[in-house]
């Protein structure tokens, strides 16, 4: 299939807010899919509502779906291919509980000026079975309390960002999720399982 035929495949728009970001430690994967003509950049968006964003173990971002808690979350917007798409599904651990892909709202930053409107494109949430207990974890059961909840994952967020590949392996991601959340919430937000 020529680039016209990937041209009309892209069917996928995915907002990333975290570690697929220029300039972090994923987006590798996304340069990867630019060069086969699987994911164009489409440029930097913002969710239309509020959700609550924090860093998990290892100074892992998770967004979590509770719409209307924490803050409007800057990121950036792509279109893939189906290829491009489960490649980014294996990434985020759909298949193992990790995350979830789920629909997401989303706007050009500074307006976009005319005929750039509200998106509609899906997103990579932490995975139900323990967003809530992460919401609670970064504060948000506090009434009042943003908590550990931040706007747009940025090299501060992402200060101490452990690598998938330098972190423990004997502990499944899951369990080191868990750990994280059953830790207390006043200690470093980078759990270290050594």
Sequence with gaps: MGAAGKEEEKQALIFTYGTLKKGFSNHG??????????????????????FPLLCG???VPFLLNFPGSGHRVSGELYAVSPAALNRMDE???TTK????RLPVEVEP????????AVMRAEAYYAHRSYAEEMWRRGG???EGNGGAFFGS???????GYVKRADRPQRVSFLDQI?????????????????
């Design 29 to 50: 994967l996304l340069e990867n899919m630019f060069a086969t003509g699987d994911a164009s950049y489409l440029g930097p968006y913002t969710t239309l509502d509020e």
């Design 153 to 159: 994952y940025t090299e501060k967020e992402a200060e």
């Design 57 to 59: 173990p290892f100074k």
């Design 178 to 194: 868990r750990l994280f959340i059953s830790s207390p919430a006043n200690t470093s937000n980078s759990y270290n399982s050594d």
């Design 91 to 93: 990434l985020e651990g």
């Design 109 to 116: 930053i500074g307006g976009g000026g005319e005929g750039k």
């Design 97 to 100: 509980g990790h995350y979830e």
């Design 140 to 142: 948000g059961g506090e």
